[in-house]
């Protein structure tokens, strides 16, 4: 069997193999442990993964090999060969035995056929949390010629994770990998500085420009959203991400596992950020459908027949499309219906009959029914996208058979207009739904808003199946106290609230609740329960920014008058709304879970290195949302990698008050504005630019 049936991206899962005997975590329930393996190596094979890493991880806490009993070894070998049983051949199964156990690991793999072995501490010494570990190249590539298991291949760790490298820190990575292939290792591995931790990408090429000729993977970090950064290695290995939560000692996920894989799996043949479409590549109609279920952008999928450059083009494309294909649709047992559509140009009802007219070349044999049809064609037209410079005739036409719809719905399902308790801030639905997405909010999640207002995040994040949290500092809009939004509205009806909302799109169960709370000082308990923290907070243009306080030193509230005591607030400086909310995510949120927030920005300012930012919390997303030539916000998604003790937020002096530049821009008049866009691209409202330095980059 061939160990790289492709020639990059392989997919290796991680089985970590529950605590064996006589480990301080060993529960008994030998069996329930066997179980537990051959389950999950059936569900990666059934998902499409290349291999499977076996590695006793719940053994802690680790021990040296010289310390490690028989025992350990033995049922390892019991698990590998079960694996490899009932593994596909195809699929590579490789072994790793903690701690540093790679003759042990080696014997295994010989008497269990498999593939590999993934050994740390193969060149250099290094210090572990189980205490020093010697380098093995030369007693493990002795020991696999002394037991004839030469076809067992190395793959070996450089830079081990959960180690100290200061005795070789005059030994760079490039070298290490060298040393590594020098000593006959047949793979290089890349990791982060923990179980989880994303490598380092430019480690990763810089590993590959120094050993060109080897095989070189990526063992730990990789998940949905950084993938992208690692498709240049050879394997990439995957454990955490796919569990629950995105922490190792859960279980499998298998929502998880399908999304990583349709993505990895995902192959472009037309993708042009002008054009309305894009052309996918996928294995089944199953990971089409997928896609939609969580695509707020796409308007539909169709399985594409044919197209062309004009329609004449396309048409021919279509008669030679695959037989097989097209015949199971046009059964006399299945009605049928057309959709036809052009882009930037609304066609007649003539006009479409007539297009759909030129297919009469299909034997579709079926009834027509408009309404629920068993089968649904489609066809459209390209004219361009300048509405005043339309072409005669289509640039170019597709034809084919329709999947299903996207969740652009959502949008006319949450819309403000018929909401039931909406407020001057209420953020709009297809936002909300982004934010949620970016999130990766899944059924069941746990998802607070800490600035919560009149609710709209936490609908978008319950309609993925969350369960929601919020609060605010404002009494009145939580208990819709406030005056009406609406145009011609006095007073609020008696039965508008947070809750009415959720009852009205049918998602009250998961509401849990919202209250009354300063987020400077969170009530919630200090634990990593928070699955996701999706919010908007106040810049202090249409609401004020404040938080509990006082400006009066030493002042003490006579006991008689606690109880009713309603607390004084103070202005809260928005680089401290930030500098507060990452600290609370990274305290809040369970590994891998992600914050989602906006940050208002001076456009001519802007710079990334100024973003806020938190040791334990690593930036996915940063997109922009323009709302002046010199003003936008940016919506910053961060995920939970780890946990370091003390590890607080940087404190972003750089974050201006996005009022100064509001407050600027309004100071222009009109005439002036006008002039300084013309002469600088943007209002030059710091005044840095002259009239031959424009910024490029707005």
């Known amino acids: ?121 193969f060149v250099f010494g290094h210090l572990g949390d189980e205490g020093w570990l010697e380098s093995c190249a030369g007693q493990l590539l002795r020991y696999r010629r002394h037991i004839g298991a030469q076809d067992v291949a190395v793959f070996c760790d450089i830079k081990k994770k959960h180690s100290a490298h200061a005795v070789t820190q005059d030994v760079s990575i490039e070298e290490t990998a060298q040393a590594a292939q020098f000593f006959l290792a047949d793979g290089l591995i890349v990791t982060g500085a923990s179980t989880g931790s994303p490598a380092d990408p430019r480690e990763l090429a810089r590993v590959q420009q120094a050993t060109p000729k080897m095989p070189v993977m990526v063992g730990s970090g990789v998940d949905l959203g950084n993938v992208e950064k690692y498709m240049s290695a050879q394997a990439l290995i995957v454990g955490s991400h796919f569990k629950e939560g995105g922490h190792w000692a859960h279980k499998l996920d298998q929502k998880r596992i399908e999304a990583f894989m349709a993505k990895i799996n995902l192959k472009w043949v037309d993708q042009n950020e002008k054009m309305p479409w894009i052309i996918l590549d996928l294995e089944s109609e199953s990971q089409a459908r997928q896609i939609l279920s969580r695509s707020l952008s796409v308007k539909y999928c ?56 030129t297919f009469d070349y299909l034997p579709i044999k079926g009834p027509i029914r408009m309404k629920d049809p068993d089968v649904i064609f489609s066809y459209f037209e390209y004219y361009g996208d300048d509405q005043n410079r339309l072409d005669e005739h289509p640039r170019q036409a597709f034809f084919g058979r329709f999947i299903g719809d996207g969740q652009r719905h959502l949008m006319s399902k949450l819309s403000i207009k018929t909401r039931k308790f909406i407020g001057n801030t209420t953020m709009d639905p297809l936002l909300s739904l982004f934010m949620a997405n970016l999130s990766l909010v899944r059924p069941n999640d746990l998802v607070l808003d800490p600035f919560v207002g009149t609710g709209s995040i936490p609908v978008a994040a319950a309609q993925f199946g969350a369960f929601i949290l919020g609060s605010d500092i404002d009494f009145l809009v939580i208990h819709a106290k406030t005056r009406p939004s609406r145009w011609k509205q006095k ?14 799109y049918g998602l009250a169960a998961k509401y849990l609740d919202v209250v009354v709370a300063d987020s400077s000082r969170p009530i919630w308990a200090r634990k990593s329960i928070l699955n996701a923290i999706v919010t908007d907070p106040p ?34 400086g928005i680089s401290d709304v930030f500098y507060d909310l990452l600290n609370f995510g990274a305290e809040s949120l369970c590994e891998r879970g992600r914050l989602a927030f906006w940050l208002p920005v001076n456009r001519e300012e802007y710079s990334e290195e100024r973003l806020p930012r938190h040791p334990n919390l690593v930036l996915k997303f940063n997109v922009e949302q323009v709302l002046s030539c010199h003003t936008s916000r940016r919506l910053l998604v961060m995920e939970k990698v780890t946990t370091k003790e003390g590890g607080r937020a940087v404190p972003q002096e750089a974050i201006p008050d996005f009022r100064d530049s509001i407050q600027s821009a309004y100071a222009l008049d009109k005439k002036d504005r006008k002039e300084r866009i013309k002469k600088f691209g943007h209002l030059n409202l710091n005044g840095k630019c002259s009239d031959t330095n424009k910024t490029a980059d707005l």
């Open 1 to 121: 069997m061939s160990l790289w049936p492709r020639v990059r991206g392989h997919i290796w899962g991680m089985v970590h193999v529950g605590a064996l005997p006589g480990t301080p975590l060993n529960a008994g329930q030998w069996r329930a442990r066997l179980d537990q393996a051959l389950s999950e190596s059936r569900i990666y094979a059934q998902h499409g993964l290349d291999g499977i890493i076996l590695e006793n991880m719940h053994d802690l806490p680790y021990v040296q090999p010289q310390a490690m009993g028989p025992e350990i070894t033995a049922h390892m070998a019991v698990i590998a060969h079960e694996v490899r049983a009932i593994t596909p051949s195809h699929m590579s199964v490789g072994i790793q035995i903690l701690a540093g156990a790679n003759r042990e690991a080696m014997a295994v793999a010989q008497s269990a056929q498999l593939q590999f072995i993934r050994a740390e501490g």
């Open 302 to 357: 169709i399985h594409l027949w044919g197209s062309g450059d004009g329609v004449p083009k396309m048409h021919e494309a279509v008669k030679a499309f695959p037989s097989e294909f097209k015949e199971p649709y046009f059964l006399e047992s299945l009605s049928f219906k057309v959709y036809v559509e052009a882009f930037m140009k609304k066609l007649t009802m003539a006009q479409r009959v007539e297009r759909i007219e």
């Open 539 to 572: 810049y202090g243009i249409r609401e004020t920014i404040l938080k509990v306080g006082t400006e009066k030193k030493d002042l003490v509230i006579p006991e008689e008058f606690l109880e009713t005591h309603y607390p004084q607030k103070v202005e809260y």
């Open 491 to 504: 007073i609020r009806a008696q039965d508008e609230s947070m809750k009415a909302n959720f009852q009205q």
